[in-house]
T-cell receptor, first 115, second 116 residues
Framework: AQSVSQHNHHVILSEAASLELGCNYS??????LFWYVQYPGQHLQLLLK??????LVKGIKGFEAEFIKSKFSFNLRKPSVQWSDTAEYFC?????????????FGSGTRLSIRP | DTGVSQDPRHKITKRGQNVTFRCDPI?????LYWYRQTLGQGPEFLTY????????KSRLLSDRFSAERPKGSFSTLEIQRTEQGDSAMYLC??????????????FGPGTRLTVL
């Protein structure tokens, strides 16, 4: 079955630390992958997405993610976090072959940044 | 504000009551989605409309749940005979349809349902 896994439920970092949030997916064939962010009190919004091509994807606010097909991973990274990055981060996937619509989300990782 | 809007933002109801939520998508977006999010989990897909046609429904959508999008614009999600397990955040999202590749889904603020 298609699934997306995020193993880090809560990550606490100090400002300026480097960030890597893990995401693994279980899809056969072509997959579209996403990272969404939800800042406190705000809507879910798209950070970045991977469809095809360059496996290193750059998103907003200095975030990037790398699609590693052999590891079924799509980890989110940022070299130096800020207090304003405190939020919940969701990895998500979609199989274009099976549905034109449905996105499957991971359970989320809460990121807390100490000022 | 031209984003996705949802009403109400919060709803508290007693078990057994019916509730209805509304979603207004971004204008000209002809795809509309409903998701449910419980505490500590990511959003789970419930159903999807393209214009007024409901094209996909999750097995999570029991017989007590019904969604409509009668004119292809706003949508309603009704839950009949609510149960405590229905307590969750109900999210709506919309996206435009163009030929070829997928388009981003834009999410609304959600309706938080509490069933007592």
């Amino acid at each position: 079955a298609q699934s997306v896994s995020q193993h880090n439920h809560h990550v606490i970092l100090s400002e300026a630390a480097s960030l890597e949030l893990g995401c693994n997916y279980s899809y056969g064939g072509t997959v579209n992958l996403f990272w969404y962010v939800q800042y406190p009190g705000q809507h879910l919004q798209l950070l970045l997405k991977y469809f095809s091509g360059d496996p290193l994807v750059k998103g907003i606010k200095g975030f990037e993610a790398e699609f590693i097909k052999s590891k079924f991973s799509f980890n989110l990274r940022k070299p130096s976090v800020q207090w304003s990055d405190t939020a919940e981060y969701f990895c998500a996937g979609r199989s274009p072959a099976s549905s034109a619509s449905k996105i499957i989300f991971g359970s989320g990782t809460r990121l807390s940044i100490r000022p | 504000d031209t984003g996705v809007s949802q009403d109400p933002r919060h709803k508290i109801t007693k078990r057994g009551q019916n509730v209805t939520f509304r979603c207004d998508p971004i204008s000209e977006h002809n795809r509309l989605y409903w998701y449910r999010q419980t505490l500590g989990q990511g959003p789970e897909f419930l159903t999807y409309f393209q214009n007024e046609a409901q094209l996909e429904k999750s097995r999570l959508l029991s017989d007590r749940f019904s969604a409509e999008r009668p004119k292809g614009s706003f949508s309603t999600l009704e839950i009949q005979r609510t149960e405590q397990g229905d307590s969750a955040m109900y999210l709506c999202a919309s996206s435009p349809k163009t030929s070829g590749s997928y388009n981003e889904q834009f999410f609304g603020p959600g309706t938080r349902l509490t069933v007592l």
